[in-house]
């Protein structure tokens, strides 16, 4: 009676009985990978708690400040309890960050000098951060700072070229290499996401080699996907968005950076100004659901996890290209799926966009967007606009035609929104489902 009870309230939201079928075995085979994510969520939930206990929160750190915002002891605690998450020395946590891209730029900028030298060692950064450098041309690129640019690609198993690492941080006789970044999820490219231990790995040997070097971690979409964070393996800095895993769902906005006091003063000094550096900043009123979202982030990102392996599995099971695959251990939220035709892009955004709480009517299309040198479709009906934490998929409208899933606040909401997708391709003709049990196995959807 209860499955169908459930089941009727699919039908009501528009999911077909033959969409249900394809599912249901994929989802009776998840029971395993589901309880391991759970596992590292309780895990990451009392590392929190303990971080906000260890900085003795207490009611009054809740209300905020306005105008300069001296003497702000909420935000001086909500940076306390991420310094003691992450296990670093220092923490900068502002509503004024707006986006992971400006705390990455708030970053960068504060650490590197007219005349050093920036080395990624993960491939191409992801579209927006090439303005901030100047591979793309920008006004106020770091490229317009006389600070120079290096890069370094991956070997073809996504793994780091450590013998070309060696050669390039060695015959930087000068020492102008001041700042290397690890770039930890795949962003518009179709990779494996680094574990933390291929993170420290990497670093260890860098270190090794170049120890006056900053070693920073864009951490975007990975925070509380594992027990240990890029902090816990020799990062010197590591960089984030409140409105992906961190935030919850419920930070309005915001970012942060954590490291070593160095760093984060030189970002800080970046962020506000010469001679203020952390001691402004007004909190104004939402510093309640910046404490409150970082406290649920563990169980949230364990939804959007979860949503992820399902959607790997059923369109690894249709035959379809997804990075990671359903079975493979995940060490961030994005899924990506190849369909090698725009068609699928747009009818899987479109998916997920129907199946939102918010603007479920719009219909979602490519487009020009800041930072990115191709049109992009963007599907993300959230309570925060842009909210990539909550159920949301997007992708350049390019060639092989990738989509990239995050996000869900809830693994019910998670699944819907990987159902209606499925329904969507199916009444477009984009995609068939196999006969018989479909749990994880290859069919012949490839749109190529």
Known sequence: MEEQTTWAAYRALGISDEVLDFAEPILDGLSERFARIDAIAECCQLRVIKAMQDAHIGEANLSGTTGYGYDDIGREGLEQVYANYFHTEDALVRPQITCGTHALATALFGNLRSGQILLSVAGRPYDTLEEVIGIRPSRGSLAEYNIGYQQIDLLPDDSFDLDKIREVLTSDTEHKIHLVTIQRSKGYQARRTFSVDQIGDCIRFMKAIRPDCIYMVDNCYGEFTEEKEPSDVGADMVVGSLIKNPGGGLAPCGGYVVGTKECVANAAIRLTSPGLGKEVGASLSVLPRLYQGFFLGPTVTAAAEKGAVFAACCYEALGFDVVPKGSEIRHDIIQAITFHHKEGVIAFCQGIQAASPVD?????????????????????????????IELSADGPIREPYTVYFQGGLTWPHAKFGILKTLQNMHERGLATFPAGDSTCRQGTNSLK
């Open 360 to 388: 479920s009517y719009v219909a979602c299309e490519p487009a020009p967007m800041p930072g990115y040198d191709s049109d992009v479709i963007m599907a993300a009906g959230a309570f925060v606009s842009g909210s990539s």
